[in-house]
């Protein structure tokens, strides 16, 4: 649960310090994960309690460095508004950035759309896993923290196709004997998401804005969720110089549940 299979090696790299030709095991094969069997083939047989009737809509609220509505420890992701921008664009759908992207116009909202993407900061909680949380842009002399925790999303009832958390930590959190990783990312499943986009680590803000851009490029095109990731990795390493492609910048992405292509 806290390996990307995508980064593992075949063989030894004949130049250590060129990461784009590296062997990386996701040149031969696609991967995608399930949090277990029981509940791949619910969130594969899932039928939506209502049908989404929007396509995609996108969260950014720390992309503007205002400080008056930051927490001290959490920093400006600057390019997440260019992130969700051209998400939104390719895939028709809104956008809800800076202040305005409170908790309470997600928890409102986000059962509406088919598409949920999140460009926000994320922390896993590695002593009790209920306490992960996304942070939102917080409202000035409100008695509310703007923290969506684990715990929270079991309340929530959403009827998407496809949640991409693009945050850091969504994918890790406590390990519980019989029950596996309690993460962010395994409570959107329990809330309704047929399918995540989830991460393992702390991400950057520049290589996740690229690798974002392709995956919907992709995902557009009609692939699959696992193939359109893959397509975009590939994409990635090409665009980018040799540094960017170590893979603590593009492997912290990993997909789980159903992974059919959509019709966008």
Not at 38 to 62: C, G, N, Q, S, V
Request: hydrophobic share 35%; aromatic share 12%; proline share 4%.
């Amino acid at each position: 649960g806290y390996i990307p299979f995508d980064a593992l090696l075949n063989d030894r790299p004949r130049d250590e310090n060129d990461f784009k030709t590296y062997p990386y095991l996701t040149k031969q094969y696609q991967f995608s994960y399930t949090y277990s069997a029981t509940l791949l083939r619910d969130m594969r047989e899932k039928k939506h309690r209502h049908e989404p009737e929007k396509p995609f809509i996108a969260f950014a609220p720390y992309y503007d460095g205002d400080t008056t509505l930051m927490r001290k420890d959490l920093q400006p992701l600057t390019l997440s508004g260019t992130e969700v921008d051209a998400a939104s664009k390719q895939m028709q759908g809104e956008v809800v950035a800076g202040s305005s992207a409170t908790e309470q116009r997600f928890t409102e909202n986000a059962g509406h759309y088919r598409i949920i993407h999140l460009a926000t900061h994320g922390r896993a909680d590695n002593r009790v896993g209920d306490y992960a949380f996304l942070a939102f842009s917080e409202i000035k002399d409100s008695i509310e923290n703007e923290l969506l925790y684990v715990k929270d999303l079991y309340n929530l009832e959403l009827n998407a196709d496809l949640v991409v958390l693009s945050a850091c930590e969504t994918g890790i959190g406590k390990l519980q004997r019989g029950e596996g990783i309690i993460s962010l990312a395994r409570a959107f499943a329990y809330a309704g998401a047929k399918s995540i986009v989830t991460t393992l680590w702390e991400v950057n803000d520049k290589s996740t804005s690229e690798q974002m851009r392709l995956f919907y490029r992709e995902l557009k095109r009609g692939k699959s969720k696992d193939e359109a990731l893959r397509l975009a990795r590939i994409r990635y390493w090409k665009e980018q110089p040799v540094e960017m492609c170590h893979p603590i910048y593009w492997a912290a992405f990993v997909p789980a549940g159903e992974m059919r292509g959509m019709t966008v």
